[in-house]
């Protein structure tokens, strides 16, 4: 991991710094802590969005473990806030090997707390741009740290609706060489739950919040994200707004769903 000292950037608002203030993290500047009590004042909910996304990442990895895998490649790992995901995976499965990529300087900075592993598994990090799937594919730390001959989860927890381009085509590189069994886990922003285009609660408010500030973000309809797990077997219920998601004890009214406006789904390579 690189040791050349980082330029954070602290006078821009950044995704990765205003999630880390919305889940009540310090890892934030004024034009972060500015921009964030602007979109609470758009999209109120944003703070549980975000809180319950991170749920979503721990029930899933939660899930994924119980299906035996014990390899993970996390991509768009943002700021590390605890409970992150190899400390969810070894807590069941102390033998998990995690490989973290982002390429946020404010991550690398962070990344140490990334690296602390249960002494029977393993982490590493990569700094890389979640845009060139074939350089994460490459990178020296993911060939020493997974198997790729044995089951990998990939999890890409509210990334791609940063990621411009061919982000279907990302995923396709990024599973392609995967072993059968591999799983695909993801969660992802949409305005499917919007009551139109001045919906005064809608998400679309929040998202305008980040485009006046250079953050582009592409929310997707649920058969958009539903394209992300083509070829692949989704995992019952399929694409589902993340606080249901294998959550049948759990009772909500369906306006929650409009605070969260949040898709998540898992699908496995067969």
């Known amino acids: 991991m690189s040791e050349s000292p980082v330029d954070l950037r602290t006078d821009v608002a950044h995704s990765a710094r205003m999630y880390d203030y919305f889940l009540g993290g310090k890892d934030s500047y004024e034009a972060d802590r500015v921009a964030a009590e602007q979109a609470l004042q758009q999209f109120p909910s944003v703070r549980l969005t975000a809180r319950t996304n991170r749920d979503f990442m721990r029930h899933a990895t939660d899930y994924l473990v119980g299906q035996g895998i014990r390899q993970f490649l996390d991509i768009g790992t943002g700021i590390p806030t605890s409970p992150n995901l190899h400390e969810v995976a070894q807590a069941s ?3 998990s090997r995690i490989v973290y990529v982002d390429n946020d300087p404010l991550v690398l900075a962070h990344a140490r707390a990334l690296l602390v592993s249960a002494p029977e598994g393993s982490t590493a990090y990569v700094q890389a741009d979640a845009g060139d799937p074939a350089s994460i594919l490459a990178a020296p730390e993911l060939a020493a740290t997974l198997d790729l001959s044995k089951p990998v989860a990939v999890s890409l927890m509210a990334l791609l609706h940063f990621v411009p381009g061919d982000v279907y085509d990302i995923v396709r590189t990024l599973m392609a060489p995967l072993a ?3 799983y695909l886990a993801m969660s992802h922003v949409t ?3 919007d009551d139109g285009d001045h919906d005064p609660d809608g998400m679309a408010r929040l998202l305008q919040v980040y485009a006046d500030r250079g953050i582009a973000v592409r929310p997707r309809t649920r058969a958009e994200v539903a394209r992300f797990f083509d070829g692949l077997e989704l ?5 589902e707004v993340i606080h249901r998601w294998r959550n049948e ?4 009214p369906r306006s ?3 605070q969260i406006s949040l898709y998540g789904a898992v699908g496995r390579k067969v």
Do not use: C, H, N
């Not at 995992?235 to 694409?239: E, K, L, M, T």
């Not at 004890?249 to 909500?252: K, M, P, S, T």
């Open 249 to 252: 004890g759990i009772d909500r």
């Open 235 to 239: 995992v019952s219920p399929g694409v």
């Open 93 to 95: 499965a102390p033998e």
């Open 180 to 182: 059968p069994g591999s």
């Open 256 to 258: 929650y769903d409009k």
């Open 191 to 193: 305005t499917d739950f």
